[in-house]
């Protein structure tokens, strides 16, 4: 069923010699299907082909794309059991989360469905006398997707960029990650089937293999491209954006980069409930190995016997837990290199470290502290851990939490655990928070990212490269289009959303 | 009453020894302010003060703002002709003109206030249940604005980037225009005073002299600075933006960077109305001495008896027009050399130039043809000349003209000049403009930009480094705000367009 072969617009393509597999974590064993990498010819056809599709492709109507959203759901549940198995052999998650991500996937398709049935979400505005000017918003050009290593299908071939970028009337490239290149292929076969069966032109949807950076480098730089969405690191997002404000005619990145989402426990908080506070941290720190870009990396106290207490807790609740099979041996690589590197900054003490246990590409959970002090002075306290990794930093006092708080670098979120009555007390340091985040919760966990408008998925630099658009939720289809205005149009020429 | 200071926050300083004179470009004569640059000490006490005035000055109310924002426009009033005649004295533009700009200054001003007098412009969303999620645009921070040569009130100190980032909460630091740095200290003095008046905090406004790039580098690459807003040359923001993109922490940059606006003529709409057009024409290529981004650069018609003939009359038309003084003697040195570099191309005939005139800085305007051919291989033919240029490209026939219309860059504008009944047989051309362009003009001009809902005044790259946002009209501000979400949040701790 898998072919390993690169999808150009309707056809399967594998002229390239060079090859690689995807593994299974849990065994470092090589997955059969032999996967061909996409050579330069083979990008150019597929950016060739979605721009000619973009003409066509720009004016369907909202019922047909809302049409072919809602039949890439159903091919996609018509995968059925296979995918999960696909997709829990090519990233040690569990089937629960595989079943759970692609009811996730579903939404999203079905929801931007919805969105785009009619056209309120282009904004149409009319102003002047007679025809005067009309103003709606009308898609960008064809995007390319970067897919996340670990949600290979919620932020991947079919997630929320390349449902969005569909939704609005853009062609979408994929380039696959290659960690999960079996499941990008079934999902971009089905995505295919229902281009066909819709009439929706050859091109508008490509999946790209890629063992490497070079194809994702090549699409970016490619003039048919308009636009990138990239779901992943800091030095790959990074990567991505600098390339496309390089080009002679530079290119919107959309690239969310994950951060340590900090969060403030106070000492009331710890002293009412630091028990509970600790068992359900200790799961957000380590659920899904601490491979979620809103995973609580730096948890902010003020020193107190009870805050001591409560590390000490933290700490033992952690250590207790199963370590967990990461995403694959890079994954784990790397997690192993930043959290030595942490423990090789000054103060920094690792507090609690789960079990080893026997199998491939287990991650050991770590807690770390350091004083407020130190923090302040190491800009390195602040880098991401991509792991089930977090640091406490205790501050002497309120004073120094605060100055911690107005050096943090970007972040997606942000938590406050404290009690109703502090919240007064609590102003200046929501407003400092304010500044630094894309969402703020209150006595709660950032994990767990709910598909909905009110959601803001992105942040300040670093977290994103543009604060100014959110990578979940209908709003994330304003990140593939621009305002256009007819000025004096005859009624005929004008689209029927502004008649 | 001019100081040549800098203004920073509340205080006028002028600490540099680097200083500069504006000109009287009719004359050529010294005008007598001595202005002095901003040192790098003074750009960092604007940018601290911006940064520190961000927190407090983000959470006013709307009605607050638009108190603000309504005062400058009074304040602006109050300084009555004397800011007419420091604006005509600086910019050798008319009377008449100058009036019209300060006119459009202040109903901008206006237009903002009444804008952000209710919360509906931060999109307020709510999803989820209890609390849940609640989502609204605030601002994104300190802003950067660079003002335009030829709009020294509009497009500069107090216009439409000032006006939109302050309305919004966003501080504002201007790089005042060393062409009119008289006129921009006059209107800086009005913005200080009414946010005095208002309650404002100090440093939302700094207005900085600067004679060339450096004061302008410098501010963009300072970390306190979050966006920039640019209405220049292409060279200029083009700069811009990629020292934004080199940042540390990059920030956006929208630069409004002119045009070519290609007019599409057929020779239908020649044949009846060839003598109108011709007229209309040398009037929209002439108008301002051309110096608009939506002057019209590019004629586009198909070769016929009756086009060589509109051509001739164009020709004509323009040539009895008078010479016209630009703004100032660097405008009309790049002019000269620009239109020179044109008649070095392959294949391009000038066929009308105007007398020249006494005065100094005065411009002949021109009007070149070439075919279509030549055009399609010569990209160097696309470049803008800012000034009263026009290319009249003669295309064998309708496939040359798509052809031509395919290899555009991006445009601000471009305009259809044809007959009603020849609409449908323009599907195929104005499908190809409108992937090139933000705004399509039907049987119009594209000088002229109203300030409304439903204007786009950008376009793709290289008419703006973003085409996703408008420079004109209320949705300008959204160049400004990013979505940010509370999850869970007491009431107490929301703002009160969010309860």
């Known amino acids: 069923m898998i072919t390993g072969k690169n999808q150009i617009g309707f ?24 996967f061909h990498e996409a050579t330069q010819s083979e990008i150019d056809t597929a950016c060739a082909k979605a721009k000619d599709a973009f003409t066509s492709y720009s004016k369907t109507t909202g ?26 052999t090519e990233s040690a998650l569990p089937e629960g989360r595989a079943n759970g991500e692609r009811g996730r996937t579903l939404g999203q398709l079905r929801m931007f469905a919805d969105l785009v049935e ?8 009319k102003t002047g006398e007679n025809n005067g000017l009309r103003k709606a918003l009308i898609p960008i050009g064809p995007i390319a997707v970067f897919g996340a290593s670990n949600f290979p299908l919620a932020f991947s071939t079919a997630g929320g960029d390349t449902a969005s970028a569909l939704a609005s009337g853009c062609p979408v490239i994929v380039k696959s990650h290659p960690m999960h290149s079996g499941t990008g292929e079934m999902i971009a076969t089905a995505i295919t089937k229902a281009a066909q069966s819709c009439d929706i032109p050859d091109g508008v949807f490509s999946n790209l293999n890629s063992s490497g950076i070079e194809v994702g480098e090549q699409l970016v730089k490619h003039p048919a491209i308009k636009a990138v969405g990239f779901t992943g690191s800091h030095k790959g997002g990074r990567a991505l954006f600098n390339l496309a404000a390089k080009r002679d005619s530079p290119i919107p990145v959309f690239a969310e980069m994950g951060s340590i989402n900090p969060v403030i426990i106070t000492t009331k908080a710890i002293k009412k409930r630091g028990a509970e506070l600790a068992e359900t941290y200790a799961g957000s720190i380590t659920m899904g190995a601490g491979q979620f870009c809103t995973n609580p990396g730096l948890i902010l106290t003020v020193v107190s016997d009870e805050t001591t207490a409560f590390v000490q807790d933290l700490a033992d609740k952690t250590a207790a837990l199963d370590a967990q099979c990461m995403l694959g041996p890079n994954i784990v690589k790397t997690y192993v290199k930043n959290t030595q590197e942490m423990q090789s900054q000054e103060g920094l003490k690792i507090v609690a470290t789960t079990q080893n246990a026997s199998g491939d590409n287990m991650a050991q959970a770590q807690i770390a502290t350091v004083s407020g002090k130190h923090f302040l002075k190491n ?5 991401e851990v991509f792991g089930p990794f977090s640091l406490v930093v205790q501050s002497q006092d309120t004073d120094e939490l605060l100055k911690i708080i107005h050096t943090l670098e970007g972040q997606l979120t942000a938590t406050l655990i404290a009690e109703d009555e502090e919240l007064n007390e609590l102003q200046e340091i929501t407003t400092g928070l304010q500044e630094k985040v894309g969402r703020i919760i209150f006595n709660g966990v950032p994990t767990g990212v709910a598909v909905e408008d009110a959601m803001t998925h992105g942040g300040p630099y670093p977290a994103s490269t543009d604060s100014r658009f959110t990578a979940v939720g209908n709003h994330s289809i304003l990140r593939w289009v621009r305002p256009f205005s007819f000025q004096d149009f005859p009624e005929a020429l004008l689209p029927e959303y502004l008649k």
Chains 1, 2 share one sequence.
Not at 11 to 34: D, E, F, L, M, R
Not at 70 to 88: D, H, N, P
Not at 118 to 125: M, V
Request: net charge neutral; no cysteine.
């Open 11 to 34: 056809n399967q393509s594998a002229q390239g010699s060079k090859t690689y597999h995807t593994i299974n974590p849990k065994t470092n064993a090589t997955n059969p299907t032999t």
């Open 63 to 88: 019922t047909e794309r809302a049409k072919f959203l809602r039949t890439i759901a159903s091919e996609i549940e018509a995968l059925g059991e296979s995918l999960i198995q696909m997709y829990t």
């Open 118 to 125: 009619n056209d309120d979400w282009r904004n149409p505005t």
């Open 379 to 383: 800009s390195t306290l602040q880098q």
